[in-house]
């Protein structure tokens, strides 16, 4: 399964363009497509002290992107790039009509792109499968 994302990085370039688009579109257009009403946001699950669904997303692209890029180069520069966008995606939300800027959700960003990035050091750190 490593290789098959690694020889098809379309594949995070796709999920990361989705991601952007939905993050700057004003509104909800998952809201739009299920309700019809671009206010309402699909929730996953409740939140608790952050955001549910920023955080899955957030977890989802980080996994699929540690399995799309093996070079360490490529490594130092993903998690820069994750982190960066998770800041940067939730500020825009400040500027973007029908958007808000909240603090839960910023640490959904952050906290499921900590947590791959915690468990890849891990798993390269005590080989586990190597």
């Known amino acids: 399964m490593i290789n098959l994302f690694s020889k098809f990085k379309i594949i995070f370039y796709c999920i990361n363009f989705l991601l952007i688009f939905l993050y700057i579109y004003?509104?909800?257009?998952?809201?739009?497509?299920?309700?019809?009403?671009?206010?309402?946001?699909?929730?996953?699950?409740?939140?608790?002290?952050?955001?549910?669904?920023?955080?899955?997303?957030?977890?989802?692209?980080?996994?699929?992107?540690?399995?799309?890029?093996?070079?360490?180069?490529?490594?130092?520069f993903l998690k820069i790039y994750l982190i960066l966008l998770s800041i940067l995606l939730e500020i825009f939300h400040l500027i973007i009509p029908e958007r808000s800027f909240q603090w839960s959700d910023l640490f959904g960003n952050l906290l499921g792109v900590l947590i791959v990035i915690f468990i890849y050091n891990l798993i390269n750190k005590y080989e586990i499968f190597k």
């Open 26 to 76: 004003p509104g909800s257009f998952l809201g739009l497509i299920i309700y019809n009403d671009k206010k309402i946001q699909p929730q996953i699950t409740p939140d608790f002290i952050f955001s549910s669904n920023h955080f899955y997303v957030f977890i989802f692209c980080s996994i699929i992107g540690f399995l799309s890029f093996n070079k360490i180069e490529q490594i130092k």
